[in-house]
């Protein structure tokens, strides 16, 4: 459950964006919440290591699968920096509510952005030099 | 002695902004060891992401000038400071083999040089393990280990010591002194480069301050002051 509260807190977020706009609510929220569900549970079922042998290079599996794979360890890493964020900003700021308490959240969000475009940038950089995007 | 990189009068500035190189000029040749030798914010990484071409930079940058190819940079192996930009497959094996199977090696084939690769750099324990379940100083080898593993014409490493202790220093090393390769290595680290290269460029506010003998350069003291390296 607790896994999944970032994932309802942005399929919330949808569907306040959906209804503050006046527009009708559609089933993206809930598609939304079904998409990770079942990527997660498939994820699971699959028996990831060993499959870059099994796989005939070039196909459209291997593309899927190297796709896959860059996707669930850029997953890991925004956890990873998110927590991190998180972290320096409850160090940082006062338990008590103070209004900065709302900003330094927003900053702390914003500036996620940032470093997620960076290690983006080097790991297609890194990956493009072993010949990937050959 | 032939030259496998010529950097001529290389400068690059981000938009709107104070140069960040200038006037970078420098040749590296066939199996030598040239470290680039900066205080943080030098301009190291910089100029290494010109080289590879990731930048847009001015002046020029020739691979392998005698034997120039269409994608020169196939035959160069790159580490970057963070072993996370290049580990991401479910093992460490997987990792080494991918950059072969990229190169038209057959899996099974890649599956073998990789463990040797692994073997190599003391992660042949590891090679069943993914990336996050290893040591910093870990994964920093097994990136390494990868670069090599495409028998690449030369190394180029940005402040592979980053966060190491001094046992995985002595590691990483031991590792990149056997490498018969030509090795062009980006850091802060004056003992590290001093064990391993014959060569340092020195490099500060973004222009190259002095270049020369191991030696000599880290037996400067003014120079490695006015480069912020003391």
Sequence with gaps: MKRLLPILVFAAALALMQWASGLPLTMLPLMTLA?????VTLARLVRWQGLVFRIRP????????LFALFVRHFAGILGA???????????ATPRTWKPGRARSLLFALAAL?????????????AQSLRGMTD | MTPVLEVENLSFAYERRA???????????????????????AGKSTLLWCLLGLLKNQGTARWFPRAPARNALRRIGVVFQNPEDHLFMPTVLEDVALGLINRGCQPAAAREQALVALGQAGLGEAAARPASQ?????????????????????LVLDEPTAELDPRSVRQLAAVLADLPVA???????????????????????????????????????GLLERAGLI
């Design chain 1, 35 to 39: 998409g990770f569900v079942v990527t």
């Design chain 1, 58 to 65: 070039g196909s459209r599996s291997y593309s899927a699968l």
């Design chain 1, 81 to 91: 920096e998110t927590r991190r964020v998180l972290i320096a900003r409850r160090l």
């Design chain 1, 113 to 125: 952005f940032g470093r997620a475009l960076t290690r983006a940038e080097r790991f297609y950089a």
């Design chain 2, 19 to 41: 140069p960040v190189l200038a006037g970078i000029s420098f040749t590296v040749y066939a199996g030598e060891c040239v470290g680039i030798l900066g205080a943080n914010g």
């Design chain 2, 134 to 154: 290893l040591s910093l100083g870990e994964r920093k080898r097994a990136a390494i280990a990868a670069a090599p593993a495409t028998s690449p014409e030369m």
């Design chain 2, 183 to 221: 090795r062009l290595i980006a850091s802060h680290d004056r003992e590290f480069l001093g064990k391993l290269c014959s060569r340092l460029l020195v490099l500060g506010e973004g222009r190259l301050m002095a270049e020369g003998t191991a030696a000599r350069i880290l037996g400067d003291a």
